[in-house]
């Protein structure tokens, strides 16, 4: 059976993909957001607060410039893309320029009416090919509490897409408070138009490197564990994909086919290829694709050998970059060591790394063989009616010529 709209992408080949940053504008509060504290300040979402947006000609250059690179199919981020008043015309532009494009969203603002119109009515006629809903809890409460969003104000939007059969993405940030509700947010997720669900495990990235709120946003591994499995067989009875981004490679051992770290997410075909958080850079320099060398690791990630203990008395091996990610002593005879991120600094002085062992696992480049073979996570959506849930049904049927069309 062949599916319209449905891509695939050769697993262990680059991706293709691209972003447009249009700036970091935002008026949401999510606890665990990268881009807290940005401004050196005490106030957690100041920056995002006070934060402009590229304007539209920009963004269109930019775009332009990602598909003259030969890229394939773009995401648009912020901040939160859908408060720019050029989102509009972006996306059309885009799709003009032959790229499929994905907004990434809370999805607060799409169902509000702008010169009399929907938003989300606009994005669609404009020729909008995907979303990616950050659903980050499955309860009202808990949704309020942790981006300041509402979820009944995120369904309304999804039961909209749902009516035109839209299907959709959604990401997941896995956390202390939400780590034993995984299984309801992937409950809520089968219900829904969603084809697949990224669980991203919080890293204390940027200006959350030196704070103390990040140690306790972190869950450990060990205690996310038995929630995320349940919540992954959730997903693949429903026919739906789950990634699960960021973490080293040992994290979920029963797991592992879904598990790819930002080593690994260049061959993903959905990641980034181009530069991101460039917003006072020219168009050129933001849609140039970034070299990866034929080994699959870029120099500032680089493996270096690392002799020392940390405060806790924990054995390091090595690190990736200048301390991006660290490595502790067991790691060092590990077969997948090659291939893997590393621990978190703030993660591994939270948690220590008596969870953290040497898997027997084969690598093909930055990424697990057992990864290559998880066919449902090389699916693109490449056109916005397409049947991805019936196209990764196949898959799960033992389908091995893959969706239609041509490979991606």
Not at 349 to 372: D, F, M, N, V
Request: with cysteine; charged share 20%.
């Amino acid at each position: 059976m062949t599916f319209p709209g449905v891509a695939f992408h050769t697993p262990g080949r680059l991706g293709r993909g691209a972003v447009l940053d249009l700036g970091l504008a935002c008026p949401h509060s999510c606890a665990f957001c990268y881009y807290s504290f940005l401004d050196g300040g005490p106030e957690q979402f100041a920056a995002l607060r006070r934060a402009r947006m590229r304007d539209t000609a920009s963004c269109i250059a930019i775009v332009r410039a990602i598909a003259a690179n030969g890229l394939t199919h773009l995401d648009i981020t912020g901040g939160e893309p859908t408060v720019h008043k050029g989102l509009v015309e972006i996306v059309s532009e885009a799709v003009a320029a032959g790229l499929a494009v994905r907004c990434i969203t809370l999805g607060q603002f799409l169902l509000r009416k702008r010169d009399g119109r929907r938003l989300l009515d606009r994005l669609l006629e404009a020729g909008l090919t995907d979303l990616l809903f950050s659903l980050h809890a499955a309860d009202a409460d808990a949704f309020a509490a942790t981006c300041g969003g509402s979820l009944p104000t995120l369904l309304a939007a999804m039961d909209a897409l749902d009516a035109r059969g839209f299907q959709y993405a959604c990401n997941t940030v896995m956390l202390e408070r939400n780590r034993r509700t995984l299984p309801a947010i992937a409950r809520l997720a089968v219900s829904r138009g969603v084809y697949a669900v990224n669980f991203i495990a919080f890293n204390a990235y940027h200006a959350w490197r030196g704070m103390e709120q990040a140690a306790a946003l972190a869950a450990s591994y060990t205690k996310i564990s038995p929630y995320l499995e349940e919540a992954v067989a959730i997903l693949t009875e429903g026919r739906v994909a789950a990634n699960i981004r960021y973490v080293p490679l040992c994290a979920f051992p029963s797991l592992a086919a879904h598990v790819v770290g930002v080593l690994g997410v260049p061959y993903d075909p959905y990641e980034w290829r181009n530069r991101c958080l460039n917003h006072d850079r020219p168009p050129a320099y933001c849609a140039e694709p970034l070299p990866i060398p034929e080994e699959g690791v870029r120099p500032v990630h680089a493996f270096s050998p690392l002799a020392e203990k940390l405060p806790d008395g924990t054995a390091l091996c090595g690190m990736r970059g200048d301390r991006f990610k660290l490595f502790p002593a067991q790691c060092a005879d590990c077969p997948a060591r090659n291939a893997c991120d590393g621990v978190d600094p703030v993660y591994l002085a939270r948690h220590g790394a008596s969870e953290l062992a040497p898997i027997p696992e084969t690598t093909a480049g930055p990424l697990l063989k057992k990864r290559l073979g998880y066919r449902p996570a090389f699916l693109v959506k490449t056109s916005p009616d397409a049947d991805m849930r019936g196209a990764m049904g196949e898959e799960w049927g033992g389908g091995k010529k893959g969706p239609g069309g041509k490979p991606f």
